[in-house]
């Protein structure tokens, strides 16, 4: 696929449902990745590209991966959702199949949706039976390949999204910083410092809504809501959350259920929430990074926190 383009900051056109129908098999896929019914309203609409995907994690296979064309952006709209996927709080990044969008030259007017919407919705699926969701999280092992091995792949990953622009010199500084402070926190065993003393951990109830300003309680406080596997009801807690103790941030959503993404099966979620604007981070304060990776991943995951981990901020 000709990437011409469909680089950072350039403008593009969601082509329109016959035009993206004509592309996928019969499970509503290209290459093994899903078109979603969330991404059926913006059809015809025009956005920027935000990102190209030159790498990706995957759950599911603990390796960075990649998709075997190259040719998949994130566009600058809105996360998913989960309307169609019975409401799923996961909030993952939209992937774009270059083949399902257009290259604009200008802003230009916005085409209309054509006469084929219906005919694509019901050509994406949303299930794979009865207990299992299909989705593009779901599918991204399928749709993925290893990342080739190498000695200096990871400066290699890094080099090419600072030429091609996917992240500026700063922000790439900025990674490069956190990439270094966490491999030496945890050749000093950051992670014995997560291990908590509890074989059944505790639960707490602030009933938080969106908007709603908190404080990251410090690590000695979360630790203590931790068992030996540095999670809390099952939910795991990374060491790179914890430059987040002591800062501020709204809530962003209640998250209640979630799409295993290895499995497929909901799960319902108590007591936890996900944070935005978190103060003197920004973005890095509200996205996981790769493990073990120098950068971020363009999936740009949502980090989740139990409310017990949080405290509500008093009016001033």
């Known amino acids: ?68 064309k190259e ?50 919705r019901a050509r994406v699926k949303v299930k794979s039976d009865e207990h299992r969701y299909f989705c593009q999280s779901t599918e991204l092992l399928a749709s993925t390949e290893d990342y080739p091995s190498g000695k200096h792949r990871r400066k290699h990953i890094a080099i090419k999204e600072i030429r091609r622009g996917d992240i500026g010199i700063m922000r790439a500084l900025r990674l490069l910083y956190l990439y270094v402070q966490q491999k030496i926190l945890r050749k000093l065993g950051c992670d014995d410092w997560l291990r908590g003393p509890n074989t059944r951990t505790p639960s707490k109830s602030l009933n938080l809504q969106p908007g709603e300003l908190v404080r990251v309680k410090s690590r000695a406080q979360i630790t203590q809501t931790l068992d030996d596997r540095m999670s809390n009801r099952g939910m795991g807690l990374c060491y790179e959350m914890m430059r987040c103790c002591g800062r501020e941030a709204e809530v962003r959503y209640r998250v209640d259920r979630l799409i295993d993404e290895r499995t497929g099966v909901m799960r319902s979620i108590t007591d936890t929430v996900a944070l935005r604007n978190m103060r003197g981070f920004g973005p890095l304060g509200e996205e996981c990074l790769c493990y073990g990776e120098l950068g971020d991943c363009p999936r740009g995951e949502i980090m989740y926190w139990r409310e017990i981990w949080l405290e509500r901020v008093n009016d001033r």
Request: aromatic share 6%; hydrophobic share 40%; net charge negative.
């Open 1 to 68: 696929m000709n990437s011409e383009g469909m680089f950072v900051g350039s403008r593009v056109m969601v082509r329109s449902a016959g035009e993206i129908l004509s592309t996928l098999d019969d499970n509503g896929t290209l290459d093994g990745l899903p078109f979603m019914p969330e991404m059926l309203s913006w059809c015809g609409k025009s956005f920027r590209v935000q990102r190209r995907v030159d790498k990706i994690c995957v759950a599911e296979a603990g390796s960075l991966r990649r998709f075997p």
């Open 71 to 120: 040719d998949v952006v994130i566009l600058d709209g809105a996360r998913c959702d989960g309307s169609a996927h019975d409401g799923c709080k996961h909030g993952c990044r939209i992937l774009w199949k270059e083949a399902w969008l257009r290259p604009l030259d200008s802003d230009g007017a916005q085409m209309p949706v054509d006469n084929d919407l219906q005919a694509l």
